[in-house]
Protein backbone atom coordinates (compact mmCIF):
# COMPACT_ATOMS: atom_id res chain seq x y z
CA UNK A 1 0.00 0.00 0.00
CA UNK A 2 1.37 3.53 -1.19
CA UNK A 3 1.52 6.61 1.72
CA UNK A 4 1.40 9.54 0.41
CA UNK A 5 2.31 12.56 2.81
CA UNK A 6 2.29 16.67 1.40
CA UNK A 7 3.58 19.31 2.12
CA UNK A 8 4.28 23.24 1.91
CA UNK A 9 1.05 24.87 1.84
CA UNK A 10 0.21 28.04 3.66
CA UNK A 11 -0.94 31.50 4.00
CA UNK A 12 0.83 33.43 0.71
CA UNK A 13 -0.55 36.75 -0.81
CA UNK A 14 -2.26 37.10 -4.19
CA UNK A 15 0.42 37.08 -6.84
CA UNK A 16 2.89 34.62 -4.56
CA UNK A 17 4.22 31.52 -5.34
CA UNK A 18 4.20 28.41 -3.31
CA UNK A 19 5.41 24.78 -3.94
CA UNK A 20 4.16 21.73 -2.79
CA UNK A 21 5.61 18.56 -2.46
CA UNK A 22 4.37 14.61 -2.34
CA UNK A 23 6.52 11.97 -0.84
CA UNK A 24 5.47 8.77 -1.71
CA UNK A 25 6.70 5.36 0.30
CA UNK A 26 6.76 3.32 -2.57
CA UNK A 27 9.63 1.82 -4.20
CA UNK A 28 7.68 1.31 -7.91
CA UNK A 29 6.90 4.93 -7.39
CA UNK A 30 7.79 5.27 -11.67
CA UNK A 31 4.58 3.04 -12.92
CA UNK A 32 2.12 5.69 -10.88
CA UNK A 33 0.13 7.83 -12.60
CA UNK A 34 0.63 11.22 -9.93
CA UNK A 35 -1.83 14.37 -9.55
CA UNK A 36 -2.77 16.76 -7.58
CA UNK A 37 -6.37 17.65 -6.53
CA UNK A 38 -8.05 20.69 -4.34
CA UNK A 39 -11.30 20.95 -2.76
CA UNK A 40 -12.52 24.53 -2.01
CA UNK A 41 -15.05 24.64 1.33
CA UNK A 42 -18.52 23.72 -0.33
CA UNK A 43 -17.19 22.61 -3.54
CA UNK A 44 -16.03 19.48 -5.12
CA UNK A 45 -13.05 18.16 -5.32
CA UNK A 46 -11.57 19.16 -8.62
CA UNK A 47 -8.41 17.97 -10.61
CA UNK A 48 -5.37 20.19 -10.47
CA UNK A 49 -3.21 18.78 -12.30
CA UNK A 50 -1.85 15.11 -13.30
CA UNK A 51 1.44 13.55 -14.82
CA UNK A 52 1.95 10.01 -16.04
CA UNK A 53 4.45 7.75 -15.56
CA UNK A 54 6.02 8.84 -19.26
CA UNK A 55 5.56 12.59 -18.45
CA UNK A 56 2.86 13.79 -20.13
CA UNK A 57 1.23 16.21 -18.52
CA UNK A 58 -2.37 17.95 -18.33
CA UNK A 59 -3.79 20.83 -15.98
CA UNK A 60 -7.11 22.09 -15.40
CA UNK A 61 -8.18 25.43 -17.59
CA UNK A 62 -8.48 27.44 -14.48
CA UNK A 63 -4.25 26.59 -13.48
CA UNK A 64 -2.52 26.38 -16.90
CA UNK A 65 -0.22 28.71 -17.36
CA UNK A 66 0.24 29.57 -13.40
CA UNK A 67 1.15 25.86 -12.16
CA UNK A 68 3.69 22.99 -13.21
CA UNK A 69 3.44 19.65 -12.19
CA UNK A 70 6.85 17.54 -12.07
CA UNK A 71 8.24 14.35 -10.76
CA UNK A 72 11.36 13.50 -9.18
CA UNK A 73 11.48 9.43 -9.41
CA UNK A 74 14.50 9.32 -7.60
CA UNK A 75 12.86 10.73 -4.76
CA UNK A 76 9.90 9.31 -4.97
CA UNK A 77 8.53 12.88 -4.79
CA UNK A 78 5.89 14.85 -6.93
CA UNK A 79 6.07 18.59 -6.88
CA UNK A 80 3.55 21.54 -7.44
CA UNK A 81 4.74 24.81 -8.34
CA UNK A 82 2.00 27.49 -8.07
CA UNK A 83 2.71 31.16 -9.26
CA UNK A 84 0.78 33.66 -9.25
CA UNK A 85 -1.76 32.75 -6.68
CA UNK A 86 -5.13 33.81 -6.54
CA UNK A 87 -7.30 34.05 -3.69
CA UNK A 88 -9.54 31.57 -5.70
CA UNK A 89 -6.74 28.97 -5.45
CA UNK A 90 -7.71 29.05 -1.65
CA UNK A 91 -8.31 24.94 -1.04
CA UNK A 92 -6.84 21.97 0.30
CA UNK A 93 -4.47 20.08 -1.91
CA UNK A 94 -4.37 16.33 -2.17
CA UNK A 95 -1.80 13.74 -3.70
CA UNK A 96 -3.26 10.86 -5.32
CA UNK A 97 -1.16 8.43 -6.83
CA UNK A 98 -3.35 5.96 -9.10
CA UNK A 99 -2.13 2.59 -10.74
CA UNK A 100 -4.69 0.31 -12.41
CA UNK A 101 -7.36 0.51 -10.06
CA UNK A 102 -5.94 1.27 -7.10
CA UNK A 103 -6.19 5.02 -5.85
CA UNK A 104 -4.18 6.53 -3.26
CA UNK A 105 -4.52 9.52 -1.24
CA UNK A 106 -2.35 12.16 1.01
CA UNK A 107 -4.15 13.92 3.70
CA UNK A 108 -3.81 17.45 2.18
CA UNK A 109 -2.15 20.52 2.88
CA UNK A 110 -4.18 24.27 3.60
CA UNK A 111 -3.21 26.78 1.10
CA UNK A 112 -4.36 29.77 1.49
CA UNK A 113 -4.38 32.99 -1.12
CA UNK A 114 -5.05 36.12 1.07
CA UNK A 115 -4.27 40.13 1.25
Known amino acids: QVQLVESGGGLVQPGGSLRLSCAAS????????MGWYRQAPGKQRELVAR???????NYSDSVKGRFTISRDNAKNTVYLQMNNLKPEDTAVYYC?????????WGHGTQVTVSS
Open 26 to 33: ASIFTIYT
Open 51 to 57: IRSGGRT
Open 96 to 104: NAQYQVYDY
